[in-house]
T-cell receptor
Framework: GNSVTQMEGPVTLSEEAFLTINCTYT??????LFWYVQYPGEGLQLLLK?????DKGSNKGFEATYRKETTSFHLEKGSVQVSDSAVYFC????????????FGAGTRLFVKA | NAGVTQTPKFQVLKTGQSMTLQCAQD?????MYWYRQDPGMGLRLIYY???????DKGEVPNGYNVSRLNKREFSLRLESAAPSQTSVYFC??????????FGDGTRLSIL
């Protein structure tokens, strides 16, 4: 079945550092891939998405490229801010799963001033 | 600009009590979902409703029931609460094939 694996946290960085959160997936079809962000006390919000191979999703300085050959969708940001502290979830959805969304376990990011 | 609204935001129950968590969306979405979020386990799907009048089990349905009351509302019921059901519960909705929209969650503690 479909699955998503993302790096364990927490990840602790200083402000302006480079961020990478790794995500790999297993899927029988051709899934759409997502990154969601969850701020303390809130629900998940869509951060970015990519729907086909080689697509790059981007939003608020974050980027992720859909790599079919490595089944990966790593999240990157060139310069993190304290306000980026949150939990980040990688997820996939495809037709063979009835369009249900499969989430990774989440990676908590702490950014220090 | 309400999106997905969940009530209540917090609740404490005693073992064996029953409770219904409410969810409503105002985006005219066909599909609605209930998840639970536990530390280190991401989100696990409890039940979902692909359209009004249909419901299906997800990954962890035991101990829960759902009702898709109409297109807007999708409720989750715990008939006899157990401590293992202490969790944060999220409702979500979407148009098929598009990203989900989430509520802010219900934090449920069962003593």
């Amino acid at each position: 079945g479909n699955s998503v694996t993302q790096m364990e946290g927490p990840v602790t960085l200083s402000e302006e550092a480079f961020l990478t959160i790794n995500c790999t997936y297993t899927a029988t079809g051709y899934p759409s891939l997502f990154w969601y962000v969850q701020y303390p006390g809130e629900g998940l919000q869509l951060l970015l998405k990519a729907t086909k191979a080689d697509d790059k999703g981007s939003n608020k300085g974050f980027e992720a490229t859909y790599r079919k050959e490595t089944t990966s969708f790593h999240l990157e940001k060139g310069s993190v801010q304290v306000s980026d502290s949150a939990v980040y979830f990688c997820a996939l959805s495809d037709r063979t799963g009835g369009f249900k969304t499969i989430f990774g376990a989440g990676t908590r990011l702490f950014v220090k001033a | 600009n309400a999106g997905v609204t969940q009530t209540p935001k917090f609740q404490v129950l005693k073992t064996g009590q029953s409770m219904t968590l409410q969810c409503a969306q105002d985006m005219n979405h066909n599909s609605m979902y209930w998840y639970r979020q536990d530390p280190g386990m991401g989100l696990r799907l409890i039940y979902y409703s692909a359209s009004e009048g249909t419901t299906d089990k997800g990954e962890v349905p035991n101990g829960y029931n759902v009702s898709r009351l109409n297109k807007r509302e999708f409720s989750l019921r715990l008939e006899s609460a157990a401590p293992s059901q202490t969790s944060v519960y999220f409702c979500a909705s979407r148009v098929e094939g598009q990203p989900q929209h989430f509520g802010d969650g219900t934090r449920l503690s069962i003593l």
